[in-house]
């Protein structure tokens, strides 16, 4: 929908003239503010605002203020129709609804606003899809205390800049008052996610109030979470397609599959139960559901997308087409991922894959491998560099895993040698280290620098040279040996 739509804008006041085959909320209005979430890109918008708009239907105190620290455009779009966006289900029989788990949006110029939301008694969960860079670690996972945000936030600044400096200025203000501290809750897929972000709060605090540290590292939860569901970017096929559905314009409409999973660990309380209420799954083994979507699901994603951009796929389901690679992706998790995987009590890992598989088939999701290749040396480490230090510490290579990262550095090499941008938070350095040189050289700079790879793995000669060979083999085009 390129050209003006002169339709009304969705918002409350037309739910009722909606298509009966749209499900929508039974509110007039926005709920009161219970959760303040960071980061309401698309992710958050189709996966845990729709399980929040299912716990809304049976109390109404959970309605969520989105905050965005890096770009007004988004709840700007929200604001505009009070909050309400459709989810358009991707499947076989597609399906539309309309949530309204927003009610207030906030952008980087709402500083005032946003810590007064933090310090309000009736906030009881804060939230956060702010993607693996957001939380500012080190390659150990440990707080950056040189990255430039925290750096800046540490000044005393009264509006941070770091997702870290927001929900400790939050805490402290909540600390001073007496308010009991809200439960933090990371919904990314970084591994231990709940105990890294739990440690840099604590680390962070540490370095403005020992006091306040000690409180954080005490009194506030954060549970570890897993989440999961195919969510491909919006795009003007998907707004026409809506306009054309429901009959309104809606510019903050999202998609996605109609598999969805949020895995919480249970700390107890009662966010985890009001959330569990709406269909979320309270385990003591977050790891164990972590450590199998990592690198089967994440893993594979990021196999198809820079394996399949070198052989001229642009979406998952066209990369999932092409039976040499496909066939390769099984095989990698049959033969590499699932053997090491942890047991998990009632958690068949065959069925997983063959569900992870189908889902990527989907002909209704189109998921951009473009979108799935960003940002690949902050994933990376965790989707795939993880299987291959279980296999090395075992003393095994294990091959399809080693393919799969000389597939990223091929990619880096194209991109860098063609001139197209590569879209990482350290995209200038990959480019740099890929720019000339073969594989080995490439790679050599690569894991000297830590960009995507473990600065140990230069001692492993054997995984240098395997990972090499693949790579060149990748750039020549020399699919058989890659895939084969």
């Known amino acids: 929908m390129t050209m003006q739509d002169d339709r009304q804008r969705l918002d409350y006041a037309v739910l009722g003239a909606l298509p009966a085959t749209v499900a929508r909320p039974d509110r007039s209005a926005p709920a009161p503010i219970g959760i303040v979430h960071f980061g309401p890109g698309a992710f958050h918008r189709a996966h845990q605002a729709a399980y929040i708009d299912t716990l809304l239907q049976h109390d109404p ?54 810590h007064a939301l933090l310090a309000d008694p009736a906030v009881r969960l804060v939230t956060t899809t702010v993607t693996e860079k957001g939380y500012c670690l080190a390659p150990n996972g440990t707080l950056d205390l040189t990255h430039p945000d925290i750096a800046h936030d540490l000044t005393g600044t009264e509006t941070p800049r770091s997702v870290i400096g927001w929900i400790v200025a939050g805490l402290a203000a909540r600390h001073a008052a007496g308010t009991p501290a809200y439960v933090v809750m990371p919904c990314d897929n970084l591994a231990d996610n709940g105990a890294k972000l739990h440690a840099a709060l604590i680390a962070y605090a540490g370095l403005l109030d020992p006091y306040l540290a000690e409180w954080i590292a005490g009194e506030v939860r954060v549970p570890g979470t897993m989440v999961d569901s195919i969510t491909p970017a ?23 599959e109609g598999f969805a999973q949020w895995v919480i660990q249970d700390l107890g309380g009662p966010v985890g139960a009001a959330l569990a209420s709406a269909g979320a799954t309270l385990t003591d083994d977050v790891a164990g559901y972590e450590q ?24 998952v389901a066209e990369a999932m087409q092409d039976a040499p690679l496909a066939a390769f992706v099984d095989a990698m998790i049959r033969a590499e991922i699932v053997p090491i995987l942890p047991r998990v009590a009632g958690f068949d890992h065959d069925a997983y894959r063959a569900a992870v598989l189908a889902r990527f088939r989907n002909p209704a999701i189109v998921h951009r491998l473009e979108q799935i290749a960003a940002d690949g040396s902050q994933k990376l480490p965790y989707r795939l560099g993880d299987t291959l230090a279980a296999h090395r510490a075992r003393g095994q290579l294990p091959r399809h895993v080693v393919a799969a990262l000389g597939c990223w550095v091929a990619f880096l090499m194209q991109r860098a040698r063609g001139g197209v941008a590569i879209v990482d938070p350290a995209g200038e350095a990959l480019a740099l280290a890929a720019r000339d040189g073969d594989a080995a050289a490439v790679l050599g700079r690569l894991v000297s620098a830590g960009l995507g790879f473990d600065p140990a793995l230069a001692q492993d000669a054997m995984v240098m040279t395997a990972v090499a060979a693949a790579a060149d083999a990748a750039v020549a085009g020399d699919w058989g040996t890659v895939l084969g």
């Open 61 to 114: 105190s959970w309605g969520i203020a989105a905050v965005s620290l890096r770009s007004a455009g988004t709840v700007t779009e929200l604001a505009a129709q009070q909050g309400l966006y459709t989810l358009a289900i991707r499947d076989a029989e597609p399906r539309y609804r309309v949530i309204g788990a927003h009610s207030r949006f906030l952008g980087p110029d709402d500083a005032v606003e946003t």
């Open 234 to 256: 919006a795009d003007e096929a998907l707004y026409a397609d809506v306009a054309d559905t429901l009959g309104v314009v809606d510019r903050a409409a999202v998609q996605r």
């Open 292 to 315: 199998a979507k990592l690198p089967v699901l994440n893993g594979s994603h990021s196999t198809l997308a820079y394996a399949g951009l070198l052989r001229g796929a642009t979406s």
